[in-house]
């Protein structure tokens, strides 16, 4: 039986590597992100490579009129989704709280916090009526550790962890997993680029020490995925060997194999 996974924010860093690994592993996938020229070149990859049935929607997670229409606009078998993996969230800017940008507050609010909303309730009628469906949350170490000039970030993100559990409580009684997964310092992602608006030299944030990989990330995703019906993997706070909380990290230097 053909299972179908749903991606947000799928054109890369976390998103798009585990977009790789369950089209890797044979599922049916559908992408999502805002970026169409490259949303749909990677649909296009995906089913080159793994002969894998790849659905792209354009749209942006934090409009829910948007949200609406790209899920109306599915077929009906298209709609059976398995596991709804709610990726979509970003960093915006590094100040202090009584220096913070508005735009920046809103942007992080709209996309982490509302783009999960809106994504989990239009999805969610379908796995309540199936009895069965899976839903898991990118959140953060941002989410457990605040750290400074991460205010507002680690309040979205704490903000997920919250949501992650009520979710967890409200569809427990329709058989319907809730999982959560709270990387730290992640590589191969834009970030850090996105934080500092494409200030590549302030993105310079890993050159001495050596973070988790995307892939790190996608490999948990996909292992929470795949356990048997009755298992529900709560949690994973993950980072890498050289980090140990959002204000503890050994930069003394890379250690890549």
């Known amino acids: ?27 049916k996938l559908i992408i999502t992100g805002r970026r169409k ?9 995906l089913k080159s490579k793994y002969a894998i049935s790849v659905t792209p929607l354009v749209f942006d997670v934090r409009n829910f009129s948007e949200v609406e229409q790209a899920w109306n606009s599915l ?9 709804l993996i709610n990726n979509a969230g970003l960093a915006r800017g590094f100040n202090p709280i009584h220096e913070g940008s508005i735009d920046d507050w809103n942007e992080m609010i709209d996309t982490n916090l509302k783009g999960l909303l809106y994504m989990t309730r239009v999805v969610s009628p379908s796995m309540v009526n199936r009895k069965k469906g899976h839903i898991i949350n990118l959140c953060s ?17 704490f903000g997920v962890d919250a949501l992650t559990k009520s979710m967890r409580i409200d569809l427990l009684k329709h ?41 790190d990330v996608a490999k948990t995703i996909y292992f929470i995925a795949t356990q048997p019906p009755h298992v529900n993997i709560q949690h994973v706070l993950m980072m890498s060997t050289q980090q140990a909380g959002s204000n503890f990290i050994d930069r003394s230097g890379r250690r890549d194999l």
């Open 1 to 27: 039986m053909d299972h179908i996974v749903l991606i947000t924010g799928a054109t890369s860093g976390i998103g798009k590597a585990t977009a790789q690994k369950f089209a890797k592993k044979g599922w």
């Open 37 to 45: 020229e490259k949303l749909l070149q990677f649909a296009e990859e």
């Open 75 to 83: 077929d009906s078998e298209w709609k059976n989704v398995d596991v």
């Open 141 to 157: 170490t941002a989410g457990v550790d605040v750290y400074p000039n991460g205010n507002v970030y680690s309040a979205t993100k």
């Open 175 to 215: 058989n319907v997993r809730v999982s959560q997964v709270s990387p730290g310092h992640v590589e191969e992602t834009e970030f850090a680029l996105v934080r500092f608006r494409g200030d590549k030299e302030r993105s310079k944030i890993y050159e001495d020490f050596t973070p988790l990989k995307a892939r």
